[in-house]
């Protein structure tokens, strides 16, 4: 029998993105290639864009991006979670030979991401504070722990996307929890990642 998993220990995550710079080795300028000051002290160096880059880099303190990673913490507990994906749209090829229609897949459909939370007011602020802003997302499946002190692992699979988010109090009635609904607009597509 396979290892089947529950949707418990899912999480909506939240990524940082860290850029390092390292000091250019560059001989020459290099076209269409941005090239940063540092000016700060450590470890709060500032990088600025140098508008028009002259003579030779690795001379003019001149610095250039390294890395760029993204670190991912959970945004928020969530309730429910949606499709990470979707049908694609049928395109169809029939021709006068054919004796029953043909498709090929095209675009794959997607709708908005929409997830379920509990509603308190530091976490809808803190969500509002990013609200309609692009950062990057994930869907993590997996955690160690137990309670409330589980640690999201991701180790069932990730699903990362970008995108902007909107979030919002859903309706409610006697005797019920307040809830709220967190909309994810994404703008690229789900990648997968087995851990």
Do not use: C
């Amino acid at each position: 029998m396979a290892n089947e998993i529950s949707t418990y220990k899912t999480f909506l995550m939240l990524g940082t993105e860290t850029t390092t710079y390292k000091a250019s080795s560059d001989t020459s300028v290099v076209a269409n290639k941005t090239y940063y000051t540092r000016t700060g002290t450590s470890p709060n160096y500032v990088y600025t864009p140098v508008a028009e880059p002259t003579g030779n880099p690795s001379t003019s303190s001149y610095y250039e991006v390294d890395e760029t990673t993204i670190t991912y913490a959970k945004l928020i507990d969530i309730k429910e979670f949606p499709d990470l994906g979707g049908a694609p749209e049928m395109l169809e090829i029939t021709t006068l030979s054919d004796d029953m229609q043909r498709y090929i897949p095209g675009i794959q459909s997607l709708d908005a991401l929409e997830f379920t939370a509990n509603y308190t007011v530091a976490d809808f602020t803190a969500l509002k504070a990013i609200e309609r802003v692009e950062k990057h997302f994930a869907v993590w499946f997996g955690g160690s722990g137990s309670g409330s002190s589980v640690t999201p692992t991701g180790s069932e699979g990730k699903f990362t996307f970008d995108g902007q988010l909107s979030v919002y109090p859903v309706g409610g009635g006697v005797n019920e929890v307040v809830d709220m609904n967190i909309s994810i607009a994404p703008s690229t597509v789900i990648d997968f990642s087995a851990s």
